[in-house]
Nanobody, 121 residues
Framework: QMHLMESGGGLVQAGGSLKLSCAASGEAFRLTDMSWYHQAPGQERDEVARISLSGRAVYADSVEGRFIISRDDSKRSVYLQMNDREPKDTGTYYC???????????????WGQGTQVTISS
């Protein structure tokens, strides 16, 4: 079983930067794609950024040019640098890791518990 732990959320003002982190623990897994999702109050959970094993990143239009996703496989971690924060960025952010379970020989998805980000104007 793999566990993901997010950190870095909080109450912040619009503008400026905030960095979210997500670290994985567990054995016998091979990391592939990593993603960040955003769930605004009363809304569905939407993917905002994804990074492949090769480091190729894709973004939702809502965050393109403002957010940067990165990964450090030596730390089994994924990060989301949030620049030029806007009130619409308020919500819960979840990381997701798509992994190859070496023992079970299958792909699996694991989610973090979520970290709350509130942007005040």
């Amino acid at each position: 079983q793999m566990h993901l732990m997010e950190s870095g959320g909080g109450l912040v003002q619009a503008g400026g930067s905030l960095k979210l982190s997500c670290a994985a623990s567990g054995e016998a897994f091979r990391l592939t794609d990593m993603s960040w999702y955003h769930q605004a109050p009363g809304q569905e959970r939407d993917e905002v950024a994804r990074i492949s094993l090769s480091g190729r990143a894709v973004y939702a239009d809502s965050v393109e040019g403002r957010f940067i996703i990165s990964r450090d496989d030596s730390k089994r971690s994924v990060y989301l640098q949030m620049n030029d924060r806007e009130p619409k960025d308020t919500g819960t952010y979840y990381c997701k890791m798509h992994v190859w379970n070496i023992g079970e020989e299958r792909y699996e998805d694991y989610w973090g518990q979520g970290t709350q980000v509130t942007i005040s104007s």
